[in-house]
């Protein structure tokens, strides 16, 4: 190929992935392909094209053709580690990723993806002091300043004082709720309290903008949602898993008692739950504004379940708390209105035996971590985290978007948060709707 006309290719390449035209990059791939042509650049490119068309195999041949030309290639050694942390390969990425960064110790996605890693084997110091390093050469790199909020709901670092984000946690975890499960909680406690959260935080790091909405309590499992919701978005079938998935769902009358309720999450013991997480509702057309959900894989845990915490619920947080059972997610129901409903087994919906062929057309292109012998699922902390604060933060901001003043009991200042100001913006109206309808 002319000179000229391999550059133009080259940035017509580049182009296509920086704006994820990929399968229009992918044509342009298969041309060079055909020409057989040896350059660490274009092998690198290839790799990328083949590592975002799922093709991962294909990919990883790319880009070790690429480092037997050049060993010290720091961007085609991220590149292999990207692929083999895709392929669950978790342990070989880290060595690459190490290698990116020995080459280029300025080179800031090694350390993220490092850090990334890290999360993936549930080291989080590691992953911790990585995004760290992230931030050091790239410091307005939110996704890692993110990532190390989120490890930290994880992980005791009282070690770390040295990373800001580790520092303020630390302090965080250090206030204790004075929690009783046979009484009431009191607002004048949750004020207090909330108070002297809010000092930590608003000392280090003011108005910092996160864009999350729901608190967890994770327990060793992961439900792999994100796959799932691949397969139902493309497809328009549920996958088989989420046929075994079923949920209490509590919905509070305004903020204050879903904070409340998010203190009894915190230190409520759930046998044979899955995940626990209280959140505000922003999915379009989804009725409801406070909820929270435990999970179950069977209806008999699930009863169990619900005779153990109503109690708790409707003594601690308000008589008026609305508490029922469903399956699987309201999307779900909302395509197939026979899955969501709670009838004698044998008269519920079962899966549909032809849909294993759409998962497994999906499963072909989704990363292999998740299934990977070297993931290590991870337990989240008890007592309040950083980023627990910042997400109270910003349903304390939802709630005034939709009218819900019960936040003046507790909190007198707050941020504004463009995030969720964004994600209902176009639902204002709706949500509002929805928040004077429900207890009323």
Known sequence: MEKNLFNKKINELVFLLQNNQILKAEKIVDEFLSLKISNPRLLNLIGLVKLRSGKFNESLEQFSKGLEINQNNFEICNNKGLVLYNLGKINEAINFYKKSAEIKDDYYLAYYNLGNAYIGKADFKNAILNFDQTLKIKEDFVEARNNIIQSLTYYNSSNLNSVIYSKINNDLQNLKFNYEKSKNIDVKDIKKYFENCMEIVNKSIPHLEYKFSQIYRRDQVDLNCSRHFSIF?????????????????????????????????????????KLRKC???????????????????????????????????KKNVNENSIILIKRGCSEFSNKYPSYGKIIPKDQMMSYPVKWKEKED??????????????????????????N???????????????????????????NESIYISKKIKDQKNFRIKEFKKKFN
């Open 233 to 273: 978005n493309k497809f328009n079938v549920i996958p088989d898993y989420c046929f075994s998935c079923y949920k209490i769902q509590i919905e509070t009358q305004n903020v204050l008692d879903l904070i409340k309720l998010y203190l009894v999450f915190d230190n409520l013991e759930v046998k044979k739950s």
């Open 279 to 313: 959140f505000v509702e922003t999915r379009p057309n989804i009725p409801g504004s406070y909820k929270a959900l435990i999970y179950f894989s069977n209806i008999k845990d699930l009863e169990e379940a619900k005779e153990q915490i109503e109690p708790i619920i």
């Open 361 to 386: 057309l999906v499963d072909e292109k989704l990363p292999k971590t998740y299934f990977s012998d070297e993931k290590v699922l991870p337990k989240t902390l008890n007592g309040q985290t950083l």
């Open 388 to 414: 627990d604060i910042l997400i109270i933060g910003n349903w304390i901001c939802y709630a005034r978007i939709i009218g819900d003043y019960s936040y003046k009991g507790i909190i007198d200042e707050f």
